[in-house]
């Protein structure tokens, strides 16, 4: 009971520590915003730009990588899912004994964004944790981590919620920054529904065409 007692504590220690860190709005350019503690530190790779800090429960991570210059514009919304598919795949190559879970389409501002859960092993039974939101556009392609061991699974909510809550976009960015076209072409199920109705057209004209015939053989 003694041990219990003072797990909650520690816990509620974190989660007051947490409520009274000072958290800055950073900008990553002149389009995305995200509030990061006080003491992150940034760096600039070949263009990439990396902000990375250690949270009170985590370490919270954000990249801003340039898309190529001859990069084009995607057409349709589903060019904008593969897309974020194929960096999702990506992601999860990067690290041996890794899976995606948990992936799913959610939205930031007025634009499309994929997060998931990234799972990674060592080998050694030890399991961390990455909750990653991933944001595309013509421009450049965000990525927002909030790392953790996977002990702390059940405490990080709040801490990771305030985090991707603290996202923002400018108004500047509308649903043309990720794909030009309003186009979604022919749904799998009106093409199902499509095929449907021409075997049963073609089945009813079968039967008039052979009581048709039978009806003229017996006269």
Do not use: C, W
């Amino acid at each position: 009971m003694k041990k219990i007692l003072i797990s909650a504590t520690l816990i509620l220690s974190a989660f007051t520590a947490f409520s009274q860190q000072e958290l800055t709005p950073v900008k990553i350019d002149s389009l995305v915003t995200v509030s990061l503690p006080s003491a992150y530190q940034k760096t600039d790779t070949l263009g990439q730009q990396v902000y990375s800090s250690n949270s009170t429960l985590g370490y919270v991570v954000v990249l801003r990588t340039p898309n190529a210059k001859d990069t084009k514009p995607l057409q349709k919304e589903r060019d904008l899912d593969n897309v974020l598919k194929e960096n999702v795949k990506n992601i999860q190559g990067e690290s041996s004994y890794s899976s995606a879970q948990f992936v799913r389409d959610t939205t930031i501002g007025k634009l499309k964004a994929k997060t998931f859960t990234l799972s990674t092993d060592n080998g050694q039974g030890d399991i961390q944790l990455r909750n990653i939101v991933l944001l595309y556009t013509n421009a450049a392609t965000y990525i927002f981590e909030y790392v953790y061991p996977n002990a702390r699974k059940e405490v990080v909510a709040g801490e990771y919620k305030r985090f991707v809550n603290s996202i923002k976009l400018s108004p500047e960015l509308q649903r043309n920054d990720q794909y030009l076209s309003n186009a979604k072409g022919i749904s799998p199920v009106l093409i199902t529904g499509i095929l449907v109705l021409a075997v049963i057209g073609l089945v009813v004209f079968l039967i008039i065409y052979i009581q048709k015939k039978r009806r003229l053989t017996y006269e």
